[in-house]
Each structure stands twice: as C-alpha cells, then as structure tokens.
C-alpha cells in the first residue's frame, strides 16, 4: 500500500512563497495536491500524472506550480504570492491507476490521502 508524506507545512506572512512536498513510498500515476478549510469543501490545486502535464485548478493557477522528480514519486507544489485566504489543510493524494486528464482534479478519483499538513498565512 502507498503512503503519502506531506512536508512543507508553515506560517508565513501574506505575500511569502512557500513550496510543499509529498513523497510517495511507492509508484504512482497520478499525484495531485487538495486544501480544506473546516467547514468548507475540499477544493483541487493541481495534480499531475507520468505524461507530466499538469492541470491547474483556475482559482490558483497563476500562483501555483506544481513539479514531480524523475522517478515520478515525489510532486511538490510551489505557491506565490500567499494570502490568508490560503490558510488551510493541504493534502497530497495519488492514485496508482492512470485517468483522463480533464480528470485529474476530481478528488473522489484519488485513492491514497497524506495526513495533512497545515499551511497559516497571516496578514
């Protein structure tokens, strides 16, 4: 079974970047990063499969740049330009199986979740 390891989490000032991790202990098709905010619905960044092209949800794509190493079992997501409305839990998830790519931010599809790691932006 594989797991997910998110790291990365901070509290950072509004305007800071910051960059988070998920290592995979095993191989993936797809990776892809999600943030909720108690009471709210989780909501898709971006994610990523083994053909490398990533799909930005629209909300966030100018902030956010998500990149993958070699082997394909690590995604990092690098964010710009924080703002508390940014505070949130941020969760890495994958599946082994590969999906359509207009598919690729539908969270019901991912089958393994990280724990979660939070990210406080402060104004």
């Known amino acids: 079974v594989v797991q997910l390891e998110e790291s990365g989490g901070a509290s950072v000032q509004a305007g800071a970047s910051l960059t988070l991790s998920c290592a995979a202990s095993?191989?993936?098709?797809?990776m892809g990063w999600f943030r909720q905010v108690p009471g709210k619905e989780r909501e898709a960044l971006a994610a990523?499969?083994?053909?490398?092209?990533?799909r930005y949800a629209d909300f966030v794509k100018a902030r956010v740049t998500v990149s993958t190493n070699v082997a394909g079992n690590m995604l990092n997501l690098q964010m710009n330009r924080l703002e508390p409305m940014d505070t949130a839990m941020y969760y890495c998830?994958?599946?082994?199986?590969?999906?359509?790519?207009?598919?690729?931010?539908?969270?019901?599809?991912?089958?393994?979740w990280g724990q979660g790691i939070q990210v406080t932006v402060s104004s």
């Open positions: 998830a994958a599946r082994a199986a590969p999906i359509n790519r207009e598919d690729l931010l539908r969270d019901e599809l991912y089958t393994t």
């Open positions: 990523v499969q083994s053909d490398r092209r990533p």
């Open positions: 095993g191989l993936t098709s797809a």
